[in-house]
């Protein structure tokens, strides 16, 4: 019997596919160029880069009643803001979702919405919301509030679309109107997961909320931006680890919560 | 197709009521497929007729097409009195709540409580009360608890869905069709999926339920000794038409082999 010859290690790319590939790499390339990014600058600025860090360390700790003040209203805009985009999340997913809303012209119109509140970054909501209701949290929580429901009214739809049609078709069979259906059966199968979506709602909006400061709308970034403007590199160190507990600290115990509601 | 066998022996007890189902020409198709094909199928009040067949043979889509579950595409459906197609919205619903539907997968909601599961039986009548035991007054809980001693599980009051066997889901399953105080039974093979002593028992709670209150039942089947043992009456499903309607007691094993043959 003749030796069968081994099949090549790798297959030769059709020319489209080799095309394609080409093409991929001269956008990652022209990226890099686009980008400005440049190793030479990256090398001449490392100096400077540890000299902040040395005037970092240690960081400022004459200020820290302000530094938890400022920390404690980020976390007050993060609550608030996700608690309110959640509730309001809720009608806007019930609308969006195929199996409790067969008009399509309203659950398009909810899926729109719910497009737009999660396309347009939080920092531009905020910017918008410190011309409508003036400087400070209450723009910020604003803000935290619109990008969760842009995260929180999708991700409701999707578990109540996923869950198990049975129940409902039991409970519709016994009578029960849409209402009774979403009530009954469809929000108790979705709620762990909606819970666990809330609370990365929470971490999401802790995090967003340091840097709404940017702009004006209140929180922790605003102590970093002052900080920064004026060189003080140590009074930004006490801020940047103030953020580092808090956004630790919320994730840690949403993620305690989420074990002990899902698993 | 098999002979078509209509046995004129009367039907075994109780005596032929009014007619609580009446269907005639029921045709359904899913896309080329025609799956009913003119059904014709009358039931008397009281009376606890069993539907047997292969699979494919039309019996689920029968069921779901008397309380419009699934949408049938011709023929005319009387349910306890009410033309089911022309039936909208609530009036749609008002009929639903008279009759109770067992499903072949219980169908609970896993999360709730059985005593939840039950007081949802009367989530027509009750509205927003019935979502969940904790809203529901004294007097509706205290009936739901009723349902659930009647099959023998008032002691799993409170435990989760998910955390029951199959054939207590499909008690609670039954108990929540008791909740509906339903004038007429569907049951879509209610003990497929539970073992042979599991579904002998809960087929004999259903057709005992059913027979002391005088609940008219149409249940399908595979299992040939549930439909002799507990209904009055056999009608068997061929190819999406009636091909075999006898009472029970009349029915030869061979005629019921035929069926599957």
Same mark, same amino acid.
């Given at each position: ?34 980008? $400005?990014?440049?190793? *030479?600058?990256?090398? +001449? =600025?490392? /100096? ?8 970092? !360390? %240690? ?106 049609? $049975?129940?409902?078709? *039991?409970?519709?069979? +016994? =009578?029960? /109107? ?8 469809? !929000? %108790? ?75 | ?261």
């Amino acid at each position: 019997m003749p030796e069968r010859t081994a099949p090549p290690r790798l297959e030769r790319p059709s020319p489209l596919s080799f095309a394609l590939l080409v093409g991929a790499a001269a956008l990652v390339l022209s990226s890099f160029q686009g980008a $400005g990014f440049s190793l *030479a600058e990256l090398w +001449a =600025g490392l /100096p400077q880069m540890a000299r902040i860090l040395g005037e970092m !360390l %240690p960081p400022a700790h004459d200020r820290w009643d302000r530094v938890l003040a400022s920390l404690l209203e980020t976390f007050h805009m993060a609550l608030a803001g996700t608690l309110l985009g959640v509730l309001f999340s809720l009608p806007l997913a019930v609308l969006a979702c195929r199996a409790l809303n067969p008009s399509w012209p309203l659950r398009a119109a909810a899926r729109a919405l719910i497009a737009l509140f999660r396309t347009v970054p939080d920092l531009v909501w905020a910017l918008i919301f410190v011309v409508a209701v003036g400087l400070g949290p209450f723009a910020g929580t604003l803000a935290l509030m619109v990008d969760t429901m842009g995260y929180a009214a999708r991700f409701f739809a999707e578990a109540m679309e996923e869950q198990d049609k $049975g129940p409902q078709e *039991a409970l519709a069979a +016994a =009578g029960a /109107p849409r209402s009774g259906l979403l009530m009954a059966a469809v !929000l %108790p199968a979705a709620l762990p997961s909606m819970v666990a979506t809330s609370l990365f709602c929470l971490e999401k909006a802790t995090r967003g909320g340091v840097v709404l400061g940017l702009v004006g709308a209140g929180g922790m970034g605003m102590e970093l931006k002052v900080a920064m403007d004026l060189f003080n590199y140590a009074e930004a160190a006490a801020s940047i680890l103030a953020i580092l507990l808090l956004v630790v600290a919320v994730e840690q115990a949403s993620a305690a919560l989420r074990r002990r509601i899902i698993g | 197709m098999s002979a078509t066998l209509t046995l004129a022996a009367p039907l075994a007890a109780p005596p032929p009521g009014p007619d609580d189902l009446r269907i005639e020409g029921l045709v359904k198709r899913f896309g080329a497929t025609e799956v009913l094909r003119g059904v014709r199928l009358r039931v008397p009040r009281g009376q606890l007729c069993a539907l047997i067949g292969a699979n494919g043979a039309g019996k689920s889509t029968l069921l779901r097409c008397l309380l419009r579950l699934v949408e049938p595409d011709a023929g005319a459906i009387e349910v306890l009195g009410e033309d089911a197609r022309r039936l909208r919205g609530r009036a749609l619903r008002r009929l639903r709540a008279r009759v109770g539907f067992v499903f072949q997968r219980h169908n609970l909601v896993p999360r709730l409580s059985a005593l939840s599961n039950v007081t949802h039986g009367a989530i027509a009548r009750a509205g927003a009360l019935a979502w969940h035991q904790a809203l529901a007054p004294r007097a509706l809980r205290a009936e739901a608890m009723r349902c659930l001693e009647e099959v023998g599980l008032a002691p799993l009051a409170l435990r989760r869905a998910e955390a029951l066997s199959g054939g207590q889901s499909q008690r609670v399953a039954i108990a929540r069709a008791l909740m509906q105080r339903p004038e007429m039974i569907l049951a879509d093979e209610p003990v497929a999926s539970l073992d042979p002593a599991a579904g002998r028992e809960v087929m004999g709670l259903l057709a005992g339920l059913a027979r002391q209150r005088g609940i008219t039942v149409l249940f399908s089947t595979h299992h040939m000794e549930h439909a002799t043992a507990f209904a009055d009456r056999i009608v068997a499903l061929r190819g999406g038409a009636v091909a075999f309607d006898c009472p029970a007691a009349a029915a030869s094993p061979a005629a019921l082999e035929r069926v599957f043959a």
